[in-house]
């Protein structure tokens, strides 16, 4: 586990009640998801009910698509194996497996023979409550709800005054303005959460540069030993070509389904919106261009089904269709090789070194010794395997969490200034202290050794060192 797996789980094991819980966490835009975290922790502070209701949430949505979606034996069992369904959404303990759960749950109701508004406002509404991913596709799939009702002949007088709309839509208006309060901090807080300042340039040029998105989450090939990377990084330019040229011949195959190129494109604008604020980016963060891709060949495949698609008797346009299902397959495939190649990675690389470095520590200190550490984000992690809190060196301050207020700091000290943070705890405490930094240090024989080092995959990795106490001291 890493540093966003375990922020919910030691802000939840370290505060005295949920109004203190709150304060913490009130601006990081995962109130739902967080509070769900909480009450796990309260009931089971062993953290294995956490990790079993992650697990399961994320095996309920593999079973609704392979249980509803009209998709072949073999490319349900790839979905369910590949990359994001399986690693990045189903063995990293976030938020996003409910994304996924939730997304699918949601075409399961729109492609049902039945209308029922009211069980489909209700899953949009959870799916607005878990982050801004979330947010992003529970809009798209309630235009397309709308539109798809609309299209299909559901909206007449009669359904109108159908107590389950209005009570469905006041459901939905409610979560999505909770759920947008929450999810933008004040400007002030802003960088502090990300690191760095969201972007102000030119809407276009970011929506532009968002562009090369896609073909990530459509292809994710990585680079080994590398999270969140691709082969095609070293050329964003063909990956915006690569990625507009793939969206077309999704939206070529899908187009006789109205609903089905509804989804997609507006889908499509409305992560990359979303995606071209933010000042970096990661893969996981792609996964929702994979959902909607699914999800909108779901709905094709339900309209083909049932007749209503739109004629057109282009040849090439039919040729598209003819070798949709064995593209996705082949596409699928993919996502299973690259999520062998990373739980493969895992026993070689781990994917954090917390837990390694934790073990070292527990080995060579005692259960009172001070662990001092920077950058923040590195004691995270540490402090839910030892169990304990741990003084971070950039707030000056013992702590087990990233507190986001105005004292955060977003870049790592200076070697001079954590040397002054050393001196004062040494000072404050007259002991041999454990100290944790990302990098190698020189140190003199009559200072400190080295302990040992951990790596992993993900920027957390550890060198462990143990300073020695000026003589004269106790």
Known sequence: MWRDEWMPLVVSKHTSGYAEFFEHIKYIG??????FAWILVQLDDSLLLFKFAIVLISTIGVFLLCRYAPLSRLQKILFS???????????ILRDYSVILALSIGCCVVLCSRKWRPLLFCVVVALLFQTNPFGLALGCALALTFAFDSWRNGRLTRSSLRDPQLWLGTAVVIVSFV???TTMIPPPEITPIILGQD???????ARLGESLAFPIR??????????????VLDPWPWLQVFLSIGVAALIACVI???RTALFLFLIGLLGVGMLLCHLPWTAMRYHGPYFILAVLSYWIYLRDS??????EDGARWREWLRAGAGSVLTAVLAVHVSVAALLLAQEHLVPFSGSRDAARIISETGGPDTVVVGDPDYLMIPLSGYLGREVYIASRGEMGSFTKVDAKRRGTPLSPQELSQVVSDVMAKHQRDIILVTPYELSLPSSVGSLLGAARGS?????????LFCPRGSP
């Not at 089904?305 to 739109?310: D, F, T």
């Not at 993900?458 to 143990?466: G, N, R």
């Open 458 to 466: 993900t920027d957390e990795s550890y060198m462990i060192y143990k």
């Open 255 to 257: 187009a006789t389904s």
């Open 81 to 91: 194996f590949g990359y994001f369904t399986l690693y990045e959404y189903g063995t």
């Open 178 to 180: 909770a759920a947008v």
């Open 30 to 35: 995962r109130l739902a998801y967080f509070s």
């Open 217 to 230: 989450a459509w292809l994710p090939v990585p680079i080994f030993g590398r999270w969140n990377s691709q």
């Open 198 to 204: 969201l972007r102000t340039d030119s809407h276009l």
């Open 305 to 310: 089904a049932m007749g209503r698609l739109a």
